[in-house]
């Protein structure tokens, strides 16, 4: 009786939004009449992150401080039409609605500081720190917050903008699957290195090494956050999770948390991730989307390295230590002794 | 434990960003630490009412009779609310984009199709009231036999699961109970192969287990209008969903969102708004409807279970031939969002590879089971399961390193993907040579030379795309093609009818197109690339 090491690798992409498009977001911006903004959407932050990604392309695109833009989500009556928080969609397309609107405020903005500073509005660059300034010129500048309220209550200009960012919708050949699924993908590899203990069929994961392309980091510490948990919900998938422990059988199925197994915060192991970034050429700078795809490649890379470990295939989700046994019954038992990758 | 690595494809990007790719702390955080954020279920209501549901005992079965005068004379009973007393019960979600039939009741009268399906709600003073009441509720059901296999189910005299589709498979294109990608010519290729592989893979279903359960609070205006506390992912999803279930305006609706405790794709089913919206306007009260966890975990809809086929053509010099799929998707006893999925995971095949020989067939099928819905990684994650192992398989068989075995089959810019677009903005391979280099999993230079940038092209495939192009409709070219007999994705809302009749017949883009290329679709006249 032994515990057996190996490590396997898998290797995945994912669509960025909604299958074949046809998933439309919307995004309202305005300024109120010191220069603070806000972004008005009907989208859901379920915790990803929506709220700080779509402050940060709002902040970026009018170029103001973050710290100047409220993002307000989750109302029928006051924003407007989202598709819903799914489908690694977010980033990509409430990302692109706001930037559109906030490309549309900027403008209104530029032309009422360059009434103010009797200067062309081409002739004007934001500095990024709340102020608008003649380009090569910087003594010659004015507060957003001065434009503002210049636009208010002398100009009667309205600084805001409305976005929307739809991808059309694809037809699919019914013969032949001919489609157009995306308009870009992620892309990811990840190694995961795993114990196996050939008297118990358990299995632990002790570390996994990463990459993952998602065109743009917009918030690398939410990427990061992502990409962590997608990973420990990647190996609960492979190793502990069903509602049917033996389907198609429906017998045993857990009703609560003493019964459905996960693992806890001792099963999680080291995990070194690498971000790359190739934007994708219509994200919002370039930004694709590290949602959903974070879990997938987990599972396999757990399988491969069991199999690395101890020669057994299981192709069954999820790997519990009865099927670990049950394998190595049948195969006769483990190899001597885990062989070296 | 995060690293950037900004060195690789540098020349494509634009680092000269203030906010952007700043580690912003979200402007949320303060009342997530301080656990000050607002859940639905944190609005507080005077005289709130609860809904709360009578499910069946069995997977498949047919009402006979239901008794609930004693239910009704409970204490704290407000209002039964039984499937008569719901103004469109028929539905099904992915209607408001036109696809796919109405198939499954908010509450179900004459059959029940899986264990946990609702029958009849009680609306009370109190939960423990409503539960009170629904155990006083009978109900003669005469138990049928019950399928729960996908294959079981596809086989000729199978148990007949959803009265709308009576073959158990979910009906494409009003023609096919599958969807389909044929690609090349497999099974030439698969003489051709050194090496066949065939294998059987099998995920079970997965529950979103969220902190929060699914749940609701209806609140009557005194306009006649609803607010809705929701923990819904997709607010106007949920809200349009509602209106049609309900027979209301979209305008009588206020839904407000907010706080999610946990979505994963498990809130996207708007599985308790429409009665809570119903109770909450029969009985002029806020009514707030809450999954418990035992509903949560077996009767809200968890990730689907899927089979899946693969069979491989492998040529010794590591080269994938062809690639075969056969897949079921088990979408339990009504659609929900399955036949998305099924269409997703045929898009996805055959993985990130360039392969010249592909040919799937992919099934949405129905089993006397919980409904299967939307998961982190939909109609994805169970493939890339699949085909990851698979790729393993093929690499010890033909006796190449995994991750060399990935890379020399890894997609490139230029490549003719299996759906007939071409691939760009590749990154595969550098994942994989950043990974190798992180955790020292030898590569040989060959392969750490190779680029996602450098080496495509449909050299790779086109020949094979171009044996199994679809042949030319057979229709005169000013004759408007026929609408399909059953509505796919159209557009929101809109019949299909709306699609533009005079939209021209797909053409081949420009060889070297890149984005924003000509195109075309039925509805906007364009195609994407």
């Known amino acids: ?341 | 434990m995060l690293e950037f690595r900004k060195d690789i494809f540098a020349d494509e990007r634009d680092d000269n960003l203030k906010e952007v790719g700043q580690p912003t702390q979200r402007q949320d955080m303060l009342g997530h630490v301080t656990g000050t954020s607002p859940y639905y279920d944190d609005h507080r209501f005077a005289n709130l009412l609860h809904l709360k549901i009578l499910r069946s005992p069995y997977a498949h079965a047919r009402i006979r009779s239901i008794d609930d005068a004693a239910a009704a004379r409970a204490p704290g009973v407000k209002r039964i609310i039984r499937a008569a007393d719901v103004p469109v019960n028929l539905n099904t979600l992915l209607s408001l984009i036109q696809f796919g039939k109405d198939d499954e009741p908010s509450l179900a009268s004459d059959v029940v199709r899986y264990k946990g399906e609702p029958i009849l709600g009680v609306v009370a003073t109190s939960e423990r009231a409503a539960l009170e009441a629904l155990a006083l509720v009978r109900v003669s059901y005469e138990q049928l036999p019950a399928v729960f296999d996908v294959e079981e189910a596809l086989k000729p005299g199978a148990v007949s699961v959803n009265a709308v589709y009576p073959k158990n498979t979910f009906e494409y294109y009003g023609k096919y109970d599958h969807q389909k990608l044929r690609f090349g010519d497999v099974e030439a290729a698969f003489k051709q192969a050194d090496a066949v592989l065939e294998d059987r893979y099998q995920m079970s279903p997965i529950e979103h287990a969220p902190a929060e359960t699914n749940g609701s609070i209806a609140v009557p205006d005194t306009n006649g209008r609803v607010s809705v506390y929701t923990s819904t992912q997709a607010l106007f999803f949920s809200l349009d969903t509602s209106a049609k279930i309900n027979a209301l305006p979209s305008n009588q609706l206020h839904f407000i969102g907010g706080t999610v405790g946990g979505g994963f794709g498990g809130k996207v089913d708007t599985m308790t708004e429409p009665l809570v919206i119903l109770a909450a306007r029969l009985t002029g009260a806020p009514v707030r409807y809450r999954f418990s966890r035992h509903e949560e975990m077996q009767f809200g809809s968890p990730r689907g279970a899927e089979r899946i086929y693969i069979k491989d053509g492998v040529m010794k010099d590591g080269r994938i031939v062809a690639r075969q799929v056969r897949a079921y998707f088990d979408s339990g006893a009504y659609t929900r969002l399955s036949s998305y999925a099924v269409v997703k995971c045929v898009a996805h095949i055959p993985g990130p590879y360039t392969i010249p020989n592909v040919h799937a067939d992919v099934f949405c099928v129905f089993t006397n089971r919980t409904p299967a819905t939307a998961m982190r990684g939909f109609g994805v994650t169970a493939l890339d399961f699949a085909l990851e192992c698979q790729m393993d398989k093929d690499a010890v068989a033909i006796g190449m390193d995994p991750l060399e075995f990935r890379i020399l089959n890894a997609y490139r810019d230029g490549d003719m993907k299996a759906h007939r677009r071409q691939a760009k903005n590749c990154a595969l391979i550098e994942c994989a040579q950043v990974v190798a280099e992180k955790a020292s999993w030898p590569l040989r230079d060959e392969f750490r030379r190779m680029s996602s940038r450098q080496g495509g092209g449909e050299h790779r495939t086109g020949a094979a795309a171009e044996r199994t192009r679809a042949p030319a409709p057979a229709v005169p070219a000013a004759t408007p093609r026929p609408a399909p007999a059953s509505p796919q994705r159209v557009s929101y809302e809109r019949p299909a009818a709306a699609a533009s009749p005079s939209a021209p017949p797909p053409t081949q883009a420009p060889a070297g197109s890149t984005h924003g290329a000509p195109r075309f679709s039925s509805v906007f006249g364009t195609r994407r690339r």
């Open chain 1, 1 to 341: 009786m032994a515990k057996h090491r190996g490590r396997g690798v898998a290797t995945i992409n994912y669509p960025i939004g909604m299958n074949l498009g046809g998933d439309p977001s919307q995004a309202l911006v305005h300024s109120n009449p010191t220069g603070k903004f806000t972004v008005t959407l009907s989208s859901i932050d379920l915790g990803q992150g929506m709220k700080s990604v779509t402050r940060q392309i709002c902040a970026e695109t009018l170029g103001v401080p973050v710290d100047d833009v409220y993002v307000d989500t989750a109302d029928s009556d006051t924003g407007p039409h989202c598709m819903g928080s799914f489908a690694s969609r977010g980033t990509h397309r409430v990302g692109n609605a706001v930037m559109a609107a906030a490309r549309e405020a900027r403008a209104v903005m530029m032309e009422a500081a360059a009434e103010e500073l009797e200067v062309d509005p081409g002739d004007l660059e934001t500095d990024g720190r709340g102020n608008i300034q003649v380009k090569g010129a910087p003594h010659r500048s004015i507060s957003v917050r001065d434009v503002a309220i210049a636009a208010q209550f002398r100009q009667g200009k309205t600084i805001s903008g409305r976005g929307i960012f739809l991808v059309p919708l694809s037809d699919v050949d019914p013969e032949t699957g001919e489609m157009s699924p995306a308009t870009c993908y992620a892309h990811a590899c990840l190694v995961a290195e795993v114990e196996v203990d050939d008297e118990t069929g358990e299995v632990a994961v002790l570390k996994m090494t990463s990459a993952y392309e998602i065109g743009r980091a917009i918030n690398p510490k939410l990427v990061e956050q992502q990409l962590v948990g997608g990973s420990w919900m990647g190996m609960s998938h492979a190793l502990y999770e069903t509602p049917e422990p033996y389907y198609p059988n429906t017998r045993d199925g857990p009703r609560d948390f003493n019964e459905y197994l996960m693992p806890g915060p001792g099963d999680i192991c080291p995990h070194d991730i690498i971000v790359l970034e190739r934007p994708a050429p219509d994200g919002p700078f370039g930004a694709k989307g590290p949602g959903e795809m974070c879990a997938n490649p987990v599972l396999p890379a757990v399988a491969n390295a069991i199999y690395n470990a101890v020669g057994v295939r299981i192709d069954e989700l999820p790997i519990t230590p009865e099927k670990v046994l049950r394998a190595l019954k049948a195969r006769g038992g483990a190899p001597g002794s885990g062989r070296a990758r």
